[in-house]
């Protein structure tokens, strides 16, 4: 693809994303909705059901949101996430290692989507997504020390990894609904 090909596309998946919030924007406003009874709806069946074990405590209680405002967020950010639990995360160099190769096949590498080992068959699949911290990770590899809930994110830097400081966090199962982006 030339650079004109790919800018046309990156304006057309902008400008329906666009469209999207429009449209999601006049169907709210345009919709009539039927008031619901505040005792017909006891106060157990208004909060969401905690379905995911072991998450963090602060969001036991997750708001319900509208269709619109998801609609809204997936098509602003064109990821949407999903919690999936609190994970021990670590880093890992290919210098560490002594290779770049990862488990899957590829190559490790760091980006837009950087690469991270985790337990794989057990808790993931090659090739799914996560976001750790504000950013968004492929599992491509494994480790003897990567079992059970323990994510370990690729850092080229040896020294930055010697830094980097282990912690526990709440991570994210990451979908793509208008298609997975390039590396």
Do not use: W
Request: proline fraction near 6%.
């Amino acid at each position: 693809m030339n650079s004109r090909t790919i800018h046309a596309v990156d304006l057309l998946l902008h400008i329906s994303a666009l469209f999207i919030v429009l449209g999601s924007l006049l169907i709210v406003f345009f919709r009539e909705e039927e008031a619901v009874k505040e005792e017909i709806i006891p106060e157990t069946v208004k909060t969401l059901p905690q379905l995911i074990p072991d998450i963090d405590p602060k969001l036991e209680k997750l708001p319900i949101t509208s269709e619109f405002e998801e609609e809204l967020e997936m098509s602003a950010l064109f990821y949407a996430t999903q919690p999936i639990g609190r994970y021990y995360i670590t880093a890992y160099s290919h210098l560490e290692t002594g290779s770049k190769i990862t488990a899957s096949g590829g190559k490790v590498h760091q980006g837009n989507i950087t690469t991270c080992a985790a337990d794989v068959p057990k808790y993931f699949h090659f090739g799914d997504y996560i976001e750790v911290g504000g950013r968004i990770y492929r599992v491509e590899d494994t480790g003897s020390a990567v079992k059970k809930r323990h994510i370990d994110i690729y850092i080229p830097e040896l020294k930055k990894v010697k830094n980097y400081p282990s912690h526990y966090e709440t991570i994210y199962k990451v979908t793509f609904p208008f298609g997975k982006p390039q590396d």
